[in-house]
């Protein structure tokens, strides 16, 4: 039986000489391991980032910056390429070939300002370009180095819907044509080198999947070779047990199981885009999350998540993340127990904004529904709700539809919680006696988690003091 790996390094895995040198590193060390060996690779860090910065400023007429976003662009990939390509003639081509994507930038840019306005299908074309530059930057290191390397864009074999800006991959095709076109190369020993985040609509127009979405591509990717492991190099020594950039005292998982990490990503933890796991998981694939600036440390697995009733070992809690820039939206009023399908009606108006809810809590009273929503879609559903509830507020059933000011969402994650008494308790003590006044809660539907809603500028002490329960 052949071996699998799909390996994905994410954007600053690959941003700069140093960083695409320990991925080359990489990626030999796996070659000797592993029989086929697939890479997904993100963009350059900061380049998405960069690319809908531009497209944003052209759809309002602004342009004047582009002459300067050209040369950071040309300047972050050629200097890599400059001191890890040494063959000359390679060198120029794959300068060449980037130059070209960079100028295509510039057209886009340019029309997009005539037009006055960048559609979803324009902004993942503009989006493409980052990961359409690293993946040919990164092959042309690695042959460079002496490993048998070739660059392939997504858009070959990943097929999606149309839902730009968050394409559903369409799974059936895309298995076909990835085993098409990625069995051929690794059948002759050459390790494909692909590009995360991106995919084609059946007619060929680029798609993204979402922001950090590179994760994904490497799961889809997983799952349509029969990959034997997916592990994802990152920044960071693995899935800890919060983000190291609130609290410098964060450890690694060693393990983390499928229900408790799909929870820490969904609410926030960045490092693992939510949408990997599901593939990984229906395909019994192996995920490993790894530190490509310390490649030797073994990182998180993901572990089956536990089946029976049983008490957990060790800490109940074991995981503590964030969203921020939330909004809690209320509808309220004391008529609205005899109004029918309150509920319904108003997920249904959210729903039609395209805003996907976070949290949903319920008010002791029954007077009120209470749910977060990104804070900049906030508008958009306070004015779906009024003109879904105009009748009722007009009679005065529903009293006032509001929204509050930026919100987080912090979660506390852990399969332990669902028989373990009193972890709610110890998290508003916690929360409490560290000044953190909770303006809602919520409990996920698996119950591996506790949620809380805090004003935005307790979100760090919340982070912290709730991180104590873990470490202490
Ligand atoms: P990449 O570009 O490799 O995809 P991301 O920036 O998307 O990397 O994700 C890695 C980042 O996720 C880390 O640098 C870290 O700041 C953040 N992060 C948030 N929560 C966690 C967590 N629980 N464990 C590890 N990293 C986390
Ligand atoms: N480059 C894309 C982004 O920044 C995808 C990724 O890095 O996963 O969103
Ligand atoms: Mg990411």
């Known amino acids: 039986m052949q071996r699998t790996l799909v390996m994905k390094f994410g954007g600053t895995s690959v941003g700069s000489a140093n960083a695409l040198k320990s991925a080359i590193q990489i990626i030999r060390d796996a070659k000797k391991d592993w029989d086929r060996v697939v890479v997904v690779t993100s963009a350059m860090s900061g380049v998405t980032n960069l690319l809908l910065d531009s497209a944003a400023s052209a759809s309002h007429g602004q342009v004047d910056s582009l002459p300067q976003t050209e040369s950071t662009l040309r300047e972050k990939h050629f200097s890599a390429a400059d001191a890890l390509v040494k063959d000359e003639a390679q060198r120029e081509a794959v300068k060449a070939e980037i130059d070209t994507l960079i100028l295509s930038l510039v057209d886009l840019c340019k029309a997009i300002a005539v037009l006055g306005e960048a559609s979803p299908r324009a902004m993942d074309t503009v989006a493409s370009l980052g990961e359409r530059m690293s993946v040919r930057l990164l092959a042309a ?48 020993g050459i390790i494909p080198i692909t590009t995360g985040f991106i995919g084609a609509t059946p007619e060929g127009v680029i798609t993204t999947l979402g922001r950090g979405g590179s994760d994904y591509s490497a799961a889809i990717i997983g799952r349509s070779l029969h990959a034997d492991d997916v592990w994802i190099w990152t920044d960071v020594d693995g899935v800890m047990t919060t983000d190291p950039r609130i609290e410098p005292k964060a450890i690694t998982l060693p393990e983390i199981n499928y229900n408790e990490i799909a929870e820490l990503a969904y609410y926030g933890a960045k490092v693992l885009h939510p ?13 490993r999350i790894c530190n490509t600036f310390n490649p030797s440390h073994p990182g998180t697995r993901l572990i089956p998540s536990p089946k029976t009733n049983g008490k957990v070992e060790g800490k109940v809690i074991k995981a503590v993340t964030a969203i921020r820039k939330q909004r809690l939206i209320t509808i309220e009023g004391r008529g609205m127990l005899g109004v029918p399908g309150v509920a319904a009606r108003a997920f249904g108006a959210v729903a039609s904004t395209g805003t996907s809810v976070p949290l949903i809590t319920q008010a002791s009273s029954e007077q009120s529904i209470c749910f977060a929503a990104p804070a900049e879609l906030a508008p958009t559903v306070l004015s779906a709700l009024e003109k879904t509830f105009a009748i009722e507020i007009a009679d005065q059933d529903i009293d006032r539809v509001w929204a509050t000011e930026d919100v987080s969402i912090v979660t506390v994650v852990g ?3 669902r028989h373990t008494m009193g972890v709610a308790g110890s998290v508003f003590s916690q929360l409490g006696n560290n000044g953190v006044n909770v303006l809602a809660i919520a409990q996920g539907s698996s119950e591996v988690s506790i949620s809380l809603v805090v004003d935005a500028a307790d979100t760090e002490n919340a982070v912290k003091a709730l991180h104590e329960l873990i470490v202490n």
Do not use: W, Y
Not at 145 to 174: L, R
Not at 276 to 286: C, K
């Open 415 to 417: 399969s332990g919680m």
């Open 141 to 188: 290191v690695a042959n460079d180095a002496g490993v048998k390397a070739q660059a392939i864009e997504s858009t070959q074999f990943v097929v999606t819907n149309a839902n730009f800006q968050n394409a559903h991959p369409n799974f059936k095709a895309t298995n076909e044509k990835t085993r098409a076109k990625l069995n051929p190369l690794m059948d002759e």
């Open 275 to 287: 949408k990997t796991i599901r593939p990984v998981l229906d395909a019994g694939i192996g995920l």
